[in-house]
């Protein structure tokens, strides 16, 4: 398995969200390895209807879903999903993201980016239909240190670490 850069990070998200989430939920404990994923459907400009498959740094879903053996998740089991940017996901690849996961039932999306000019976690939740289409409503911006409400989750940013300068 290839390790990424940014899993320790995930990694602290990961044990940071099981000790704020009570027995209601957990995350996935193949989070962020490559063969993680979930499947959901999709449509839209460029897409066509279908089924989409997403690997992210961290999902998280309710015990009771928790499959060990599973390398393949409903993407309406999933209560959370977190990704950190990194050169290799680059900000299209959050973006469409951002359009993707409330068409396939993803409650909660959280950005980290420990980039050092942005060293930010943002919150998006309230996902509805409007004018616009189902999109995201509710985009709550924290900076490292803050402490991150994301649904009955709370995340302290406190020890959240950016990427070396010449990253």
């Known amino acids: 398995m290839r390790q990424r850069k940014h899993t320790p990070l995930s990694g602290w998200i990961r044990r940071s969200a099981q000790q704020r989430g009570g027995d209601h939920g957990r995350p996935h404990p193949r989070a962020d390895a490559p063969t993680a994923r979930f499947r959901g459907a999709t449509r839209g400009a460029g897409r066509g209807p279908g089924r989409s498959a ?52 993803i409650p909660l999306y959280v950005v980290v980016d420990p980039r050092k000019d942005k060293r930010t976690v943002t919150v998006h939740s309230d996902p509805s239909r409007g004018p616009d289409g189902l999109r995201y409503r509710k985009e709550v911006p924290y900076a ?24």
């Open 54 to 105: 997403k690997v992210p740094d961290l999902m998280v879903i309710a015990e009771e879903d928790a499959d060990d053996t599973a390398k393949v998740v409903n993407s309406r089991d999933v209560l959370m999903v977190v990704e950190v940017v990194f050169r290799t996901n680059s900000l299209t690849d959050i973006r469409d993201k951002l359009h993707d996961y409330p068409e396939m039932g």
């Open 144 to 167: 490292f240190g803050d402490t991150v409400t994301a649904g009955r989750w709370t995340l302290d940013t406190s020890s959240l670490k950016s990427y070396p300068a010449d990253w």
